[in-house]
C-alpha cells in the first residue's frame, strides 16, 4: 500500500497550490484525507472527503481550501488558495479503509509573507 503525495512549494502569500495524493495497492478508500504539521505543533486535520463526497474541513482553512477525490484513481486533491504564512507546514495525506488507515509521505508548502 502506497499513499504517494505531491504539489508542494514555496508560494507567496495570496498564492495557491494544489496537493495530489494518490493511493496505490489497495481498494477504494473509505475516507481520505490532509492532515498538516508546522513545527513545534500538532498535526491537525486540514480537511476530509468520503467515498461519496461528503467534505468537512478545519476551522482554519474554510472559505480557502477545497478537497476533492477521483475515485477512478483513487486518489484526493487539495486546492488550496489564498494561502497565508500561518499555512506553512508538511502536508499528509491519510487514507482510511474497514481495518486499517495508512499515510503518505509529507509535502511541504512553505507560504512567504
Known amino acids: 500500500v502506497q499513499l504517494q503525495a505531491s504539489g508542494g512549494g514555496l508560494v507567496q502569500a495570496g498564492g495557491s497550490l494544489r496537493l495530489s495524493c494518490a493511493a496505490s495497492g489497495i481498494s477504494l478508500l473509505n475516507v481520505m484525507s490532509w492532515y498538516r504539521q508546522a513545527p513545534g505543533k500538532q498535526r491537525e486535520l486540514v480537511a476530509d472527503i468520503t467515498r461519496g463526497g461528503y467534505t468537512n474541513y478545519g476551522d482554519a482553512v474554510k472559505g480557502r481550501f477545497t478537497i476533492s477525490r477521483d475515485n477512478a484513481k483513487n486518489t484526493v486533491y487539495l486546492q488550496m488558495n489564498s494561502l497565508k504564512p500561518e499555512d506553512t507546514a508538511v502536508y499528509y495525506c491519510?487514507?482510511?479503509?474497514?481495518?486499517?488507515?495508512?499515510w503518505g509521505q509529507g509535502t511541504q508548502v512553505t507560504v512567504s509573507s
Open positions: 491519510n487514507g482510511v479503509i474497514s481495518g486499517g488507515v495508512y
